[in-house]
């Protein structure tokens, strides 16, 4: 047997063994009909009853209100950024973006080109250390936008703004966070996630939108970016991403075997709480997002300046980093922007890989006489 890597991949990151093993099964022979599930057709009643119990599983596990779509598209949540004003900001109206990190940035930016856009926050200027608590809404603002948990900085929204505007709607980007936590839909208008931090394999786009929101853009839409289209084709307007959607179903049946989302977020907060614990006890190292907002999903941390000087840093984080290797720990470089290291702990990482990185830090700062 090979030995366990503890992967803390950002994306695509670490799934369910038994949805794993699911897919490679399916890709051979799916459901004992003898076709591998890759080379089988959308409109074959054994793919069509798997769409649909994949959304089942989705308005489950999510609670998701009946007023609302699900839909399982293409392009990432990147595509998402023009086709949530595309279809929701008419050009002379004004949408609410709320500027917390990169992904959030590209929304922003994408936006412009639809409509007017009101950057109701930022933390920018904070190199994105934390949310900002005081937003500047536009009082007719059609929606307000928010990436819910920022993946390369490591914060999140606990609590999701009001829009000042009583007929307008959020719209989150929950791409590194959904199935993560119990939400509230009362103010949601629209969801979108891309699949590969906690739903499932790179591929297919998550997308949950009131219906009663769309179709007041006035403007014409291309046909594949319109929710419409693909809301009237359930999904299979065009060849849709069967295999992705599959291990999405088998990861989020695992879900639902281990509590649900309820269940899962404990877990998350007990697995981070583990993590945040050794930063901030750990005088070697040192946590980059504020406390309040920190993110349990992903965890950046650095050298202590005070400990490591800046000239030994470059050299002393590769080191850290082969250390952790040899220890099975995989994927911990932090992002370029941030530096130091960055541990994703999505849904499906295992809580004794938490403890090896731990150990790990201890061990390395008592090889370097930091204890």
Known sequence: MSKTIYNFSAGPSVLPEV???????????????????????????????????????????????????????????????????????????????????????????????????????????????????????????????????????????????????????????????????????????????????????????????????LGKAARVIPTMLDYATHIKGESMFNTPPVFSVYVMNETLKWLKSIGGVAGVQAINERKAAKLYAEIDRNPMFKGTAAKEDRSPMNIPFIFNPEKVPADQKEAKEKEFLAFAKARSLETLAGHRVVGGFRASVYNAFPEEGIDVLVQAMQDFAKQNGIA
């Open 19 to 213: 949805a794993l093993k699911a897919a490679a099964v399916a890709c051979i022979d799916y459901k004992n009909t003898g076709l591998s599930l890759m080379t089988m057709s959308h409109r074959t009643k054994p793919v069509m009853e798997m769409f649909t119990e994949t959304e089942n599983l989705v308005r489950e596990l999510l609670n998701v209100p009946a007023n609302f779509k699900v839909l399982f598209l293409q392009g990432g949540a990147s595509l998402q950024f023009a086709m949530v004003p595309m279809n929701l900001l008419p050009q002379d109206k004004v949408a609410d973006y709320t500027d917390t990190g990169e992904w959030g940035a590209k929304a922003t930016k994408e936006a412009k080109q639809f409509g007017k856009v009101n950057v109701a926050c930022s933390s920018k200027e904070a190199t994105y250390t934390f949310i900002p608590k005081d937003l500047k809404q536009s009082a007719d603002a059609v929606y307000l936008h928010v990436t819910s948990n920022n993946t390369i900085f490591g914060t999140q929204w606990k609590k999701f703004p009001t829009p000042v505007n009583p007929n307008a709607f959020l719209v989150a980007d929950m791409s590194s966070d959904i199935f993560s936590r119990v939400f509230d839909w009362k103010n949601f208008g629209l969801v979108y996630a891309g699949a590969q931090k906690n739903a499932g394999p790179a591929g297919v786009t998550l997308v949950i939108v009131r219906e009663d929101i």
